[in-house]
T-cell receptor
């Protein structure tokens, strides 16, 4: 099955700096990679996702890059703000597979703290 | 956008009792829902995949007789923790996929979670 590793487990940055979180996956057939943000005690919220047919996707201050050859993908947050503080999870799945339900395999999470 | 609700948000029960948690897709139909368990400061662990009209598919190591899943309609899945014990205390979160979405159909929308405490 799929295995997703995520680094770092904790990340502290100064407000306004950039933050980068990296994930690697093991299943070369995985083709859909979402990123979720989870605040304490709350539900995970999808913030951005990328499919394997593109190498980069950007949405305002958030971007995700994907390297299929190396099987890794990264989340980039620029101009960080205190409200970006949360736990971020990467995930991977084989999209479009029938029967299997397209299970998401999650990374172990990164606690991001944006300090004033 | 797609909204998933969960009820109750928090439950405290005595050891040995059963607890039912509901997961509803409010504005879309979900033939597939997922149930996760999350320990403090840990990742989401998939427990089972709930399929409307058929039996749930459980992940390895998850006791199907302990965690009963019923997906009776296209908008409702329930998880029943039977004969709960203190070690079952956890944060349980469901998610659902909107297969009718014109965009990425693989996107999972999460419920707000249910915090279970078994005394």
């Amino acid at each position: 099955g799929e295995n997703v590793e995520q680094h770092p487990s904790t990340l502290s940055v100064q407000e306004g700096d950039s933050a980068v979180i990296k994930c690697t996956y093991s299943d070369s057939a995985s083709n859909y990679f979402p990123w979720y943000k989870q605040e304490l005690g709350k539900r995970p919220q999808l913030i951005i996702d990328i499919r394997s047919n593109v190498g980069e996707k950007k949405d305002q201050r958030i971007a995700v890059t994907l390297n299929k050859t190396a099987k890794h993908f990264s989340l980039h947050i620029t101009e960080t703000q205190p409200e970006d503080s949360a736990v971020y999870f990467c995930a991977a799945t084989r999209a479009g597979v029938t029967g299997g339900g397209n299970k998401l395999t999650f990374g172990t999470g990164t606690q991001l703290k944006v300090e004033l | 956008g797609a909204v998933v609700s969960q009820h109750p948000s928090r439950v405290i029960c005595k050891s040995g009792t059963s607890v039912k948690i509901e997961c509803r897709s409010l504005d879309f139909q979900a033939t597939t829902m997922f149930w996760y368990r999350q320990f403090p400061k840990k990742s989401l662990m998939l427990m089972a995949t709930s399929n409307e009209g058929s039996k749930a598919t459980y992940e390895q190591g998850v006791e199907k007789d302990k965690f009963l899943i019923n997906h009776a309609s296209l908008t409702l899945s329930t998880l029943t923790v039977t004969s709960a014990h203190p070690e079952d205390s956890s944060f349980y979160i469901c998610s659902a996929r909107d297969l009718a979405a014109s965009g990425v159909q693989e996107t999972q929308y999460f419920g707000p979670g249910t915090r279970l405490l078994v005394l």
